[in-house]
């Protein structure tokens, strides 16, 4: 399948008749393939970023852990 871009403009005389068609045709199934796999790749790194975002959250959390119990502690 190929995915084409067409841009055209109809000439017409003083009285409104069709006198010439002019355009161009260009192929731009590579660059929409191109923008797919970008699309693709950006879900991607949404998700790893949200996997990662949760990771550090918790490695926070689990990190600060000891620490609040030796000050715990220490107000003992």
């Known amino acids: 399948m190929k995915i084409l871009f ?4 109809i000439l017409k005389d003083s009285e409104g008749n069709v006198i010439k068609l002019q355009g161009i ?4 199934t ?7 796999e ?5 879900l991607e790194l949404e998700r790893i970023n ?3 975002s949760t990771f ?6 689990d990190l600060n ?4 119990k ?3 502690l220490c107000r003992r």
């Open 65 to 68: 852990e000891p620490l609040r």
């Open 38 to 42: 970008l699309r693709m790749k950006n």
């Open 6 to 9: 067409i841009r055209g403009n």
């Open 56 to 61: 550090a959250y918790v490695a926070s959390h």
């Open 50 to 52: 949200s996997d990662l």
């Open 30 to 36: 590579s660059l929409k393939n191109t923008e797919q």
């Open 25 to 28: 045709t260009q192929d731009i």
């Open 70 to 72: 030796i000050r715990t």
